[in-house]
């Protein structure tokens, strides 16, 4: 008798390793996993402008990218503490994550551009980058019908909500591709390439949604990523038709991992052990047999450098220091693509 229902995830030809390039993009469940592929010591570019939820502000974040934006005075507005006690003084932006604000104008205007100019160097020699989705819900500006990626807790009188359809999700998955594809055509070296794209929805309920409200936020999402690859994938401009994808990270957590021990304290957030199931899904599903050994190789070097050294005995300080220097020295020639600079750096200082 089987009491377990497993996620079938068709077979990929996508193999990502330590030379890969890997962005991700989208809600909090990027920022999650990727910090599962960046701990493993892969090169990993995630949420530039902080964590965005809706597709329409994470297709203009791309877009801005794509463009080469300028953030300017006009892009952001301070917080101003006022009598009843709310306000922060803070700079904001719209478009962007808190992390990105500041307390003075220049500062903020200076991350938002910076952000921009990484993101676009990284994103033009990127092989796959990871899309998560978290919510079809909405807030616009009023007045002036520009959707905020953040709402910086202003008044909720200031912003309009709605729940987008499903067409307009997979218009701002095509818009997303489509700029994805525009910032990679622009890399300077010679094996320029259309990386591919894999969209995923975060199991993460948004629980101030309400239970239905969650649940239909979370339908149109899924519905809009299903009509936007099936319509990239019949396009006559499509370079092939498995260059954009669906990763069930949602039907993972929905259908295997439904026990709420699964879950952190708060009940909606995913335990370390959700995530790191996740992962190796993941895993399973893009890297090579190789790999996941290479992976568990560098899993365990990363756990002795960790290792917190105890005692003050300097010969054997330096001596742990040194074999962990010989190991990361090792392990780099071994695997190709794997950068452990700052370990070695650290190996160094006590040597």
């Known amino acids: 008798m089987n009491f377990f ?6 077979a990929s030809d996508l193999r990502i390793d330590y030379k890969s390039n890997l962005v991700f993009i989208g809600s909090c469940f990027a920022d999650n996993i ?7 010591k892969f090169k ?11 597709p329409l502000s994470i297709a203009q974040m791309v877009k801005n990218i794509a463009d080469g934006k300028v953030y300017g005075d006009a892009d952001v507005f301070q917080d101003v503490c006022r009598d009843n006690g709310h306000g922060d003084n803070l700079w904001h932006c719209w478009d962007a994550h808190s992390s990105l604000s500041a307390s003075t104008r220049e500062e903020c205007i200076a991350k938002l551009n910076n952000a921009i100019a990484s993101a676009r160097e990284f994103i033009a020699n990127a092989d796959t980058v990871f899309v998560t989705l978290g919510s079809a819900f909405v807030y616009t500006l009023k007045g ?8 910086h807790r202003q008044d909720p009188k200031m912003f309009e909500r709605q729940l987008i359809s499903v067409e307009e999700v997979a218009c701002a998955i095509r818009e997303i591709v489509e ?3 525009k910032i990679t055509a622009t890399a300077k070296n010679t094996n320029s390439h259309e990386p591919r794209i894999v969209f995923t929805v975060s ?4 629980k101030g949604d309400g239970a239905h409200g969650n649940n239909l936020s979370k339908a149109t999402v899924l519905l809009g990523i299903e009509k936007a690859i099936k319509e990239i994938a019949t396009s006559p401009s499509a370079p092939r038709n498995d260059a954009i994808t669906y990763f069930p990270g949602y039907e993972i957590v929905m259908d295997e991992l439904r026990d709420y021990r699964f879950y952190a304290e708060d009940m909606i957030h995913l335990s370390k052990t959700a995530e790191d199931y996740i992962f190796e899904r993941m ?5 090579s047999e190789k790999t996941r050994a290479d992976i568990a190789r560098v899993e365990k070097f990363m756990k002795m450098a960790n290792h917190r050294i105890i005692g003050s005995d300097a010969d054997k300080i330096r001596a742990f220091a040194e074999q962990q220097l010989a190991c990361a020295t090792e392990l780099e020639k071994q695997i190709p693509g794997l950068d452990l600079a700052q370990e070695k750096d650290n190996c160094k200082k006590l040597c």
């Open 179 to 181: 700029n994805l594809h």
């Open 283 to 287: 895993v399973d599903t893009y890297c």
């Open 144 to 151: 002036t019908g520009n959707v905020a990626a953040n709402c």
């Open 34 to 40: 990727s910090a599962q592929f960046a701990s493993r």
């Open 5 to 10: 229902s497993k996620v079938d995830i068709p």
């Open 203 to 206: 199991p993460i309920r948004h």
């Open 44 to 54: 990993v570019l995630a949420n530039p402008f902080g964590t965005i939820y809706n």
